[in-house]
């Protein structure tokens, strides 16, 4: 849903040979009232963070690039990402994100330029947002499919840019963004239209890797045999559901999307429990308390297994999960066949696999 600008953690680089210049990186922010502002980056294939100290909205970071990259920092309380390369840059203006203007990186300048080559799918997106949620089963079907159908539009033409551009940073940001949530297939189609060069700058070694992951959950790949133990502490085998679809729900007490859409798969669940369908979910959760209440409080009776480890969770690290709510649809034989599926889209696969009718079934 969030445009490219304001996706955290797609970070990207290109154009080999610039070490030898200085990234500069100058700050005159119209009422920004904080004295320090963090920017977020890659050194190598770490993520770091340099904390910059500000007066009077006036601030100076001299990061160590040696690529272009997009950086982020928290300004007027909004998550701007933009891109940094060496060389001398300015980010002036305010007292909104969407009043900075950022001037002297040429990379940044592709990105905007192309940004507004999106402006007609962002004026039909905005407003189905509003009616998100407020009509009928059938109308927010309609919705999510009409969402859906603009999200291919616009991967087509993200596509169409990185193949015409296969050398830019802007094309390996494209990459590196649908890298985060998307399906190995499509991942990995993008990444080979890239140039050599670009595959072998740093964020084209963290897609490489990243592809690695994505490959596990990839459709018609058997579901890892994972154990972990339930909220009574009795471990629990994933090998155990073999012979039911099961979707894999990965959850978290704290995460508010997800809350927002487990009485889905509640409704989901009672629908189909009874057509050899089950759910597992997988929390993400650290504190045990705040993991049983949340199952408590959202009444779901369905198998729940967790490790406690937060996002470090064994099973989400092995997917490499990035966000969540997240599911892998798994089925009978024990091999994905989708992901992601949420919503009244989760309502209308099922209906498909279990012969149920229109997603308009009671």
Not at 26 to 49: H, R
């Given at each position: 849903m969030l445009k490219t600008k304001f996706i955290i953690a797609a970070l990207l680089c290109t154009g080999l040979g610039a070490s030898a210049q200085i990234t500069s990186v100058s700050g005159e922010l119209k009422g920004f009232k904080e004295e320090q502002v963090v920017f977020y980056y890659y050194k190598g294939d770490k993520s770091v963070s340099d904390t910059i100290k500000v007066k009077d909205?006036?601030?100076?970071?001299?990061?160590?690039?040696?690529?272009?990259?997009?950086?982020?920092a928290m300004l007027f309380q909004r998550y701007f990402q933009f891109f940094a390369e060496p060389g001398n840059i300015s980010v002036t203006g305010g007292p909104a994100v969407e009043d900075l203007k950022v001037t002297g990186s040429k990379s940044q300048d592709e990105y905007e330029a192309y940004d507004k080559t999106l402006k007609d799918l962002d004026d039909l997106e905005s407003p189905l947002y509003q009616k998100w949620g407020k009509g009928t089963k059938e109308a927010q079907v309609a919705l999510?499919?009409?969402?859906?159908?603009?999200?291919?539009?616009?991967?087509?033409?993200?596509?169409?840019?990185?193949?015409a551009h296969p050398k830019s940073s802007l094309s390996l940001s494209l990459v590196a963004d649908k890298a985060m949530m998307g399906t190995y297939d499509k991942v990995q189609a993008a990444y080979a239209t890239l140039d050599k060069s670009a595959q072998a700058t740093a964020a084209g070694k963290r897609i490489?890797?990243?592809?690695?992951?994505?490959?596990?959950?990839?459709?018609?790949?058997?579901?890892?045999?994972?154990t972990q133990n339930d909220t009574e502490g009795k471990p629990v085998r994933f090998a155990d559901f073999k012979g039911k679809y099961v979707l894999v729900d990965f959850w978290a007490s704290w995460c508010g999307?997800?809350?927002?859409?487990?009485?889905?798969?509640?409704?989901?669940?009672?629908?189909?429990?009874?057509?050899?369908?089950t759910v597992v979910g997988v929390s993400l959760d650290d504190k045990g308390e705040n993991w049983k209440k949340a199952i408590k409080d959202d009444n779901m009776p369905w198998t729940q297994v967790s490790d406690l480890k937060g996002w470090k969770n064994e099973v989400s690290t092995y997917y490499g999960i990035m966000g969540i709510p997240s599911t892998l649809l798994v089925d009978p034989q024990g091999k994905i066949i989708a992901k992601d599926l949420r919503g009244e889209m989760l309502n209308k696969k099922l209906a498909e696999l279990f012969n149920a009718g229109s997603t308009g079934s009671k």
């Amino acid at each position: 849903m969030l445009k490219t600008k304001f996706i955290i953690a797609a970070l990207l680089c290109t154009g080999l040979g610039a070490s030898a210049q200085i990234t500069s990186v100058s700050g005159e922010l119209k009422g920004f009232k904080e004295e320090q502002v963090v920017f977020y980056y890659y050194k190598g294939d770490k993520s770091v963070s340099d904390t910059i100290k500000v007066k009077d909205g006036k601030f100076s970071w001299k990061p160590n690039l040696s690529e272009p990259q997009k950086v982020g920092a928290m300004l007027f309380q909004r998550y701007f990402q933009f891109f940094a390369e060496p060389g001398n840059i300015s980010v002036t203006g305010g007292p909104a994100v969407e009043d900075l203007k950022v001037t002297g990186s040429k990379s940044q300048d592709e990105y905007e330029a192309y940004d507004k080559t999106l402006k007609d799918l962002d004026d039909l997106e905005s407003p189905l947002y509003q009616k998100w949620g407020k009509g009928t089963k059938e109308a927010q079907v309609a919705l999510e499919e009409k969402v859906d159908s603009l999200r291919n539009v616009r991967r087509s033409r993200n596509d169409k840019y990185i193949a015409a551009h296969p050398k830019s940073s802007l094309s390996l940001s494209l990459v590196a963004d649908k890298a985060m949530m998307g399906t190995y297939d499509k991942v990995q189609a993008a990444y080979a239209t890239l140039d050599k060069s670009a595959q072998a700058t740093a964020a084209g070694k963290r897609i490489a890797e990243r592809l690695v992951l994505l490959e596990r959950s990839a459709i018609g790949t058997p579901m890892l045999d994972f154990t972990q133990n339930d909220t009574e502490g009795k471990p629990v085998r994933f090998a155990d559901f073999k012979g039911k679809y099961v979707l894999v729900d990965f959850w978290a007490s704290w995460c508010g999307p997800c809350r927002a859409e487990n009485p889905n798969v509640l409704k989901a669940y009672n629908q189909y429990k009874d057509k050899n369908f089950t759910v597992v979910g997988v929390s993400l959760d650290d504190k045990g308390e705040n993991w049983k209440k949340a199952i408590k409080d959202d009444n779901m009776p369905w198998t729940q297994v967790s490790d406690l480890k937060g996002w470090k969770n064994e099973v989400s690290t092995y997917y490499g999960i990035m966000g969540i709510p997240s599911t892998l649809l798994v089925d009978p034989q024990g091999k994905i066949i989708a992901k992601d599926l949420r919503g009244e889209m989760l309502n209308k696969k099922l209906a498909e696999l279990f012969n149920a009718g229109s997603t308009g079934s009671k």
